[in-house]
């Protein structure tokens, strides 16, 4: 969809910004830039809206030459998205939001109505925010209409060149994952520019390491983190890769360990049955419609650890009498990180892993273990993917 044919660019002062670039971004990918200060990033991207015209070489969009598509019909395709926002300090939210389609000659009320469900879809109340000025904004919700307003038009290509930058990191965690929620929806072709390498691992299908002008790796984030090309590219993900790799590896069924399941009415005595005959010391627990509950330990289900209850313990009793509830869990395809924060937080020895409402296993320290041995011996094995789109079970949710 964006294909970068050997180009450079020399400002006219002499800097070589970029050299001899070539790759290309395919139809609904979203490939990150990340590099050092000055190494030409941005001056790559600004060379697809034509803000910045390339010395050498060509730069394709849809397959078509970009020099000879008028600039301003080639922006109104792009959408772009930048850190210091560029909301016009004078309108409101909603007609900042419907700058583009008014420029495209939208009725107002049309325009205004896009608008809105363009502040909806980026998590925005029109009805609470679309009628403040910029400045009544937090700086997370600035970001977020300038979000809305690079899509207003619907382009199918989206520049972003560091568009949460400027926010906390809390915030920035957060617009990042509102942002990988929109992606699954609208699916834009999308170059996004970051300093922050655990942002471009996080956010790409596929992140460019950029070395001094030219691109050092270009790869699925794992990959590149697992197997870096270069002593340069391996220095600049940093000797953590292996932590960072925690966030771009999915918890996958084959990680997962299957203790003994006891139902809520099952009877107590037949519960503990089956716990000492798989020699248990829990279980998980599930209600009556197969959904998580929690767990029951094979000493609190034994007569004999019962203490008073102990002499005649309840014929009648099921293990919902004894069953602890477990709050903790994940959904099937969680990244490793979000497994072992989820862990962390309820200090628990192992988490339930559920697809959709289905109990599918639980995760320990040890299955985790497992996962981020398997994934770096994955990339050994794995050959290129330039220009591929990596299918959506590689990608791990937040
Ligand atoms: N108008 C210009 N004239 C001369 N040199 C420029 C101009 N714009 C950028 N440069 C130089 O080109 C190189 C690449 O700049 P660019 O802005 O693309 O880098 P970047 O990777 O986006 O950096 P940063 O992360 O700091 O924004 C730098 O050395 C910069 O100083």
Known sequence: MIRFEQVSKRYPDG???VNDLSFQVAEGELVTLV??????????MKMVNRLIEPTDGRILLDGADISTVDPVELRRRIGYVIQQV????????????ATVPHLLGWRRSQ??????ELL??????????????????????????????????DPPVLLMDEPFGAVDPLVREHLQNEFLKLQETVRKTVLFVTHDIEEAVRLGDRMAVYGHGRIEQLDAPAKILGAPETPYV????????????????PVRRSDLEQPPVVRLDDLRETAADRMRAEGARWAVVLDAAGGLHGWVSADTLDPSALGSEAASPDKDATVQRYARRMEAWLAVGSSLKHAFSTMLQHDAGWIAV???????????PAGLHEALRRSIGEDVNVTGTAGQVPTEAAKPTA
């Open 15 to 17: 800097t070589w910004a």
């Open 86 to 97: 560029g909301l016009f300090p004078h309108k409101t939210v909603l007609d900042n939001t």
């Open 354 to 364: 559920l697809d959709g409402d289905r109990f599918e296993g639980v995760l320990t």
């Open 234 to 249: 391996a220095d600049f993900v940093g000797a953590d890769r292996g932590l960072k790799r925690l966030s771009v590896t």
């Open 111 to 116: 325009a205004r109505a896009r608008a809105a």
């Open 35 to 44: 590099g050092p200060s000055g190494c030409g990033k941005t001056t790559t």
């Open 120 to 153: 909806e879809l980026v998590g925005l109340d029109p009805g609470t925010h679309g009628d403040r000025y910029p400045d009544q904004l937090s700086g997370g919700q600035r970001q977020r209409v300038g979000v809305a307003r690079a899509l207003a038009a």
